[in-house]
């Protein structure tokens, strides 16, 4: 891994050399055209209050307010891009001030070749809301707020594009260190393991993040093409998931106590995705195969699993809809034993209770992994529409998950006041069967949002 990661970014540092004329010459040599001549310098941001309440748990599950600041300059091909937050409110019952820097990064756009470096944001996939090839983006899941592109998460990454042709383009990424998604499971009551009430017993420990270490930075390439007439790309990653799942570190029963920590694994994704335009409809599809290893002995990484989306969108009545089937094939799966107890001494229980601890946990890490059975199927709609000349503007989307029960409704009306001001109104429910995720995750998240924002 580590010599495939160095002669990757050998690869993309001297990449410019390969097409044409050299990065340097280009610079240098070229008579620049009056456009190249042109230096552009956006300056924008916003401030807003944003506040997401009524949760079992919360009343208040997010208040906050916010000041974001972002930059764009462009001077001949020098490029640079920079989204600073600051917030300060309550957060899960405590009172923070987050200084977030969104994105930070620099770099050369060419007529063949792109060229940045830096914390950056990069989505792959065609699919709405459901990418299973994206695995280079993490997410901060628990900032609540009326934008779900919130939560994506930067990495430090080189990135460069090639464009052998107007129609394709190839892109190559090196991501030298991990990071995680941000999950809360502290907030969760993962209450009974068993005959074992450990509502208050639970503790996680920080990430376990992999070492920084030119052998544990993740790669990725995507080849694309994009016509008139269809859209496709086929991709791979091979690196650590910035998903991840936890191990279970600790176990006492005097003090009745369980640890876990946060564990992220290594894995390798073959993806593939199109968009196809047919007539009035867009047909879209997306797939990727997962492959993991140890498996078997560790709770923390799921079983090699195919995940795809195929779905239809169309407009009707002045209503984008969009329709989607996201389903999970899980490969070598074994259903979970539930631990028997044996009897009633001292060493019985105590070895009941260590295996039922080991067996709630790698039923708990299935539910994050959507590995609970062998399929997976869940169905998704969502429906959008502007009034009054898109002054007002209001979505409505809803998933339900046939095999585990579960279910997202989500409501969001915007109403631009006038060309800086917008109000937002809406509401968030995640509902499922007892120690479901949803259930879990619903107890903290769900509720009515509301937020005000001046943009320039």
């Known amino acids: 891994m580590r010599n495939i990661y160095l ?28 456009d190249a001549k042109k230096t552009s310098f956006e300056l924008s941001g916003f401030a807003r209050g944003v506040v997401q309440g009524g949760a079992k748990d919360f ?16 001077k001949q091909k020098a490029f640079l891009y920079a989204d600073m937050r600051v917030r300060e409110g309550i957060f899960y019952n405590n009172r923070e001030l987050q200084l977030q820097l969104k994105e930070a990064y620099a770099g050369y756009r ?14 792959w996939g065609r699919t709405d809301g459901f990418n299973p090839t ?7 899941y628990f900032l609540l707020t009326y934008e779900p592109d919130d939560q994506k998460l930067s990495n430090f990454m080189l990135r460069t594009k090639i464009k052998p042709s107007n129609t394709v383009d190839i892109e190559l990424i090196a991501i030298p260190f991990y990071k995680p ?14 005959f074992f009430d450990l509502s208050n017993a639970i503790y996680f420990d920080e990430v376990d993040s992999p070492k920084l270490r030119f052998d544990k ?12 007439s269809v859209s496709l790309a086929a991709s791979y990653f091979i690196g650590h998931n910035p998903f991840y799942g936890f191990t279970l570190d600790n176990f006492t029963l005097s003090p009745l106590a369980v640890n876990f920590m946060p564990k992220p694994y290594f894995m390798q994704t073959i993806g593939a995705d199109f968009a196809l335009p047919v007539k009035s409809w867009i047909i879209r599809g997306e797939m990727a195969l997962n492959l993991t290893k140890d498996y078997e002995v560790a709770m923390n990484i799921p079983n090699p699993d195919l995940s795809y989306v195929v779905g239809i969108e169309r407009s009707f009545w002045d209503i984008m809809a969009i329709f989607q089937y996201v389903g999970k094939y899980t490969f070598n799966f074994k259903e979970l034993k539930s ?3 044996t009897g009633f001494t001292l060493d019985a229980i105590q070895q009941y209770a260590t295996d039922m601890a080991l067996f709630e946990s790698t039923k708990y890490n299935r539910k994050i992994f959507n590995q609970q059975e062998e399929t997976n199927h869940m169905l998704f709609l969502s429906l959008n529409r502007s009034f009054f000349y898109e002054q007002l503007n209001v979505e409505l989307s809803g998933a339900y998950n046939i095999t585990t029960e579960e279910h997202l409704v989500r409501s969001r009306v915007k109403w631009n006041l006038t060309d800086a001001v917008s109000a937002n109104i809406g509401c968030n429910f995640m509902l499922g069967p007892d120690e479901s995720i949803f259930h879990l995750a619903g107890n903290v998240m769900n509720g009515v949002f509301l937020g005000l924002e001046v943009g320039f």
């Open 181 to 194: 998604s941000v999950y809360r499971y502290e907030l969760f009551d993962m209450g009974q393991f068993g």
């Open 339 to 341: 631990p028997m107890l």
């Open 134 to 140: 994206n695995n280079i983006t993490p997410n901060d």
């Open 110 to 123: 060419g007529d063949k070749i792109d060229l940045f470096l830096g914390n950056q944001i990069v989505t």
């Open 7 to 34: 002669t990757l970014i050998f690869f993309i540092l001297t990449s410019p050399f390969l097409f044409g004329q050299s990065l340097f010459d280009n610079l240098t040599s070229e008579a620049p055209s009056d």
């Open 217 to 228: 930075g993740s790669l990725a390439a995507r080849l694309n093409l994009e016509t008139s």
């Open 59 to 74: 009343d208040y599950s997010n208040a906050f307010g916010e000041f974001a600041l972002k930059g764009r300059f462009e």
